[in-house]
């Protein structure tokens, strides 16, 4: 997983928004967030002890992320192995001390494929076959649109 949590991109966003984060800046990318919170749950099923851990009432997944993210920023590296990552979420739930810091802004390139359900890869399918119908349209109507200099002038063949 690589992150990028640089402080002049958490200034370029203070600076556009008025010195204020809103909530989708502090937003890390949401599959990050779905693997972490996966690999939580299916530790948790095959680890009941873990299970009760994880359902920890002061505890919670977006606390989570941003223990990681202060984390990753504090050790200066940008690339970390899954188990690293991993770690650091359990270290999070296992530790009733542990303050997740400070929200920031941070984007995380996850190397996990996505598996869609059926009815999500419908959905997809159906807006792509969309998309494609609206763009060939577009494409006609603009076709059929004659130019500004080309109303009336007819040319004559001289042959």
Same mark, same amino acid.
């Given at each position: ?16 928004? @008025?010195?204020?984060? @809103?909530? @989708? ?11 972490? *919170? ?36 504090? *050790? ?84």
């Amino acid at each position: 997983m690589f992150f990028d949590i640089s402080e002049k991109k958490q200034l370029q966003l203070l600076k556009r928004n @008025n010195n204020k984060l @809103n909530a @989708n800046d502090m937003k890390t990318t949401d599959h990050f967030k779905k693997v972490i *919170s996966d690999h939580l749950q299916q530790l948790a099923v095959n680890d009941p002890l873990f299970g009760e851990t994880l359902k920890k009432s002061n505890k919670n997944i977006d606390d989570c992320i941003t223990y990681i993210l202060n984390q990753v920023k504090a *050790s200066g590296c940008i690339g970390f192995a899954d188990d690293e990552i991993f770690g650091m979420a359990i270290h999070y739930y296992d530790e009733d001390d542990v303050k997740p810091g400070k929200k920031m802004s941070a984007t995380v390139v996850v190397n996990h494929a996505v598996e869609l359900t059926e009815l999500e890869k419908e959905k997809a399918r159906q807006i792509a076959i969309d998309k494609a119908v609206e763009e060939e349209r577009a494409k006609l109507i603009k076709k059929k649109q004659p130019k500004a200099g080309d109303i009336g002038v007819e040319q004559i063949s001289l042959f």
